[in-house]
């Protein structure tokens, strides 16, 4: 099937890429024309979801640090964290985070 024949998702994956060209080029301006189109296409729940957390998202447009390095770590930790659980004591778990570390 060619686009032509699909033009809700069309529109959708339009709208996709211009949500994300939204934190590429870091225009909080635009959020809301891109809020109103989407709110009255296939992505209105999502468009929901984004009006409900909009402090946030207009934080993630306006500034360019971010706390993703934090929750890598806070990934990793959890992970070696479940892999010893019920098998290993405090001891062996402080040894395993600083080796992987």
């Known amino acids: 099937m060619t686009r032509s024949r699909l033009p809700s998702v069309a529109a959708v994956r339009r709208l ?14 635009g959020l809301a024309a891109w809020l109103g189109q989407a709110y009255q296409s296939e992505l209105r729940s999502f468009a929901r979801g984004v009006a409900r957390d ?5 934080a ?14 806070v990934n990793r ?22 080796r992987a570390g």
């Open 16 to 29: 996709a890429h211009a949500f994300q060209d939204l934190f590429t080029t870091h225009d909080a301006s």
């Open 54 to 58: 909009r402090d946030a998202v207009l």
């Open 60 to 73: 993630a447009l306006c500034f360019r640090w971010s706390n993703g390095p934090v929750e890598g770590h």
């Open 77 to 98: 930790l959890k992970l070696i964290k479940r892999q010893g659980y019920g098998r290993t004591g405090f001891a062996l778990l402080r040894q395993r985070v600083r």
